[in-house]
């Protein structure tokens, strides 16, 4: 499956990977009122980019990871916080302790969750009244610099000429057209309604650390080897020639959150924590 594919390289993961940026940490920390004694369940930690600046809240945090590599680095970038654990478990089939949780968080990684059982097993994982968090990542378009979009347009070209199954003409939008996916959720009994908040940032990189966080997508890394190969071999040197040795990303992020409903606590009891 694509999604084990990001366990094979799990220090590279850690290392190139962006933590997630400040404003929305802090909003899903006022949103959820972490502190000292709240419970935290995180599903598909990776390394532990959003895990770390959540713990230093001193909450008490389960992050379930598939994958053992990457479970084994967030474990270690864990250690100062000792309120917070690793589980290594597909969160389909992973047993919850039987005090529910306040806030369920999962950062960039629903989609690769069982849409079947996805929703319900979050909703019974939760106290009543408990915050159901998604963070989302998209590729936009620049707002601040046409070169940048250049730059993508030359490098699809890259992609068409060694991956077939790239569509023609791709292009990023811009971050007011990207339409927020939160039909599944607003369509759930056992969660209120949902709300979106929303920052765009610019992320800078080299022809090396642009490839590192390439080799971090499970796209680039279910490339057959010689088609991979000669992908990035293009887009060093497209990087490194005509872009001067250094490209800009934007990146929309999306905070989407939904409470449990209290009239549908599912098999667990509210928390005291």
């Known amino acids: 499956m694509l999604r084990d594919t990001f366990d094979e390289d799990a220090d590279r993961y850690d290392r190139a990977r962006p933590a997630y940026p400040a404003p929305l940490v802090g909003e899903l920390a006022a949103l959820a009122r972490l502190g000292p004694g709240r419970r935290v369940l995180e599903v598909g930690p990776g390394t532990g980019q959003l895990t770390v600046p959540l713990a230093r809240y001193g909450c008490r945090i389960t992050a379930v990871e598939l994958g053992p590599s990457l479970a084994a680095v967030a474990a270690r970038n864990l250690r100062p916080f000792p309120a917070a654990e690793v589980v290594v478990a597909p969160f389909e089939t992973w047993a919850p302790p039987p005090e529910p949780y306040d806030l369920m968080v999962v950062a960039t990684a629903f989609h690769w969750l069982d849409p079947a059982v996805r929703l319900a097993r979050a909703a019974?994982?939760?106290?009543?009244?408990?915050?159901?968090?998604?963070?989302?990542?998209?590729?936009v378009a620049s707002e601040t610099t046409r070169s940048d979009d250049d730059f993508f347009a030359d490098a699809q070209k890259c992609y068409e000429r060694w991956d077939p199954a790239t569509p023609p003409g791709l292009r990023p939008r811009r971050a007011e057209l990207v339409a927020t996916d939160t039909g599944e959720q607003a369509g759930s009994d056992r969660f209120g309604p949902v709300s979106v908040a929303r920052w765009t940032r610019e992320i800078t990189y080299s022809a090396d650390t642009y490839i590192d966080v390439l080799l971090t997508y499970s796209g680039h890394r279910a490339l057959e080897p010689f088609a991979r190969r000669g992908l990035l071999a293009d887009l060093r040197a497209l990087i490194d020639g005509r872009y001067g040795g250094h490209i800009t990303k934007t990146y929309l992020h999306e905070l989407i959150t939904a409470r449990k409903e209290?009239?549908?606590p599912g098999k667990f009891t509210e928390s005291t924590g």
């Open 124 to 139: 019974d994982a939760l106290r009543a009244g408990g915050l159901l968090a998604l963070v989302t990542t998209h590729h």
């Open 262 to 264: 209290p009239e549908n």
